[in-house]
């Protein structure tokens, strides 16, 4: 119910600041123009609050949701998505619940996320990682555009990163111990979906 009204509220100052912004220029004194130029400033400056709130509002959904449906760990709620996708798919589609897709920065969490990967998708498994090289070949980045500090690739037989520009999205591999492959990002792979706890 709340969320609703914040929507409508946001609505309703979006349309006051349109209509403001459209009205023909009146000649006013000085005074009363730098008055109304720091009445639009305030309205922006509500209008990006709420706008803040909605988001905060979205993610506090979205983690109760998925803290009832998916896994703890670390300060962290991940839920599974078994449905196979693209990459750039499933990554928006865990942002539009208010996530990001799941990036492990610690051995103990990849190996958490690991498990939990294999005891609800199965010994065969791959999931998608927050994980890429799309912007620049070879540097692997997270969803914000940092360097990825934590890297858990196979380093066996098959050593990864192997695919140069055609494979540019990582996977964690059920079948591989929870070791990282590079993919082709238009490959379909289901997905885990990480909210950070605030």
């Known amino acids: 119910m709340d969320f609703r ?24 004194p000085l005074k009363k123009d730098a008055v109304s130029f720091s009445a639009i400033q305030d309205l922006q400056k509500q209008i990006d609050d709420i706008a803040q709130d ?10 109760q949701t998925v803290c ?23 990554n928006e589609d865990c942002m ?9 920065l610690t051995r ?24 890429n090289d799309v912007t620049t ?6 969803h914000t555009g940092s360097a990825v500090r934590y890297k858990n690739w196979e380093s ?6 192997d695919g140069n520009r055609a494979q540019n999205c990582a996977v964690l591999s059920v079948g591989a111990g929870g070791k990282w492959f590079d993919e082709n990002c238009r490959d379909e792979r289901s997905s885990v979906c990480e909210f950070n706890i605030v």
Request: glycine residues 8%; charged residues 25%; hydrophobic residues 35%.
């Open 68 to 90: 009832l449906k998916g896994f703890k760990i670390h300060g962290k709620c991940f839920l599974v998505d078994s449905l196979k996708k693209r990459y750039h798919t499933a």
């Open 108 to 131: 103990q969490e990849d190996e958490q996320l690991y498990d939990y990967v294999r005891s609800t998708l199965g010994p065969d498994a791959q999931v998608w990682l927050g994980v």
């Open 96 to 104: 539009d619940k208010g996530g990001t897709l799941s990036t492990p």
């Open 137 to 142: 070949e070879g540097m692997w980045i997270d």
């Open 156 to 161: 066996g037989l098959n050593s990864q990163p």
């Open 5 to 28: 009204r914040a929507c409508l509220f946001l609505c309703v100052l979006i349309l006051i600041h349109g209509s403001l912004q459209q009205s023909p220029p009146k000649k006013k």
């Open 54 to 63: 909605l988001i905060l509002l979205k993610e506090q959904q979205a983690l």
